[in-house]
């Protein structure tokens, strides 16, 4: 696993819940760039500064009203690209 900056872990996540909504999915999906327990603490923050927002126990949303989805660093172009 590549070392990423706890923002740039974020921004996988936000992306990733773009791409899957589902947690479970979003999980699975993301264990192969970060570990779970960077995920899980992601999404948590991002709760928290709600960049996200939960819908029912399983789905995951960009709270794109509040705020837009960061913008992409071209180092993590890549590994959006191949989630």
């Known amino acids: 696993m590549t070392d990423f900056s706890m923002n740039e872990k974020m921004i996988i996540v936000q992306y990733g819940i773009k791409k899957y909504e589902n947690e479970e999915n979003l999980i699975e999906n993301l264990k192969s760039i970060l570990s779970e327990k960077d995920i899980q603490m992601s999404i ?17 949303q960009n709270n794109e009203s509040h705020t837009e989805l960061p913008e992409l660093p071209d180092n993590l172009k890549f590994v959006i690209d191949n989630l």
């Open 44 to 60: 948590d923050t991002l709760i928290g500064t709600q960049k996200v927002r939960r819908i029912g126990p399983e789905i995951l």
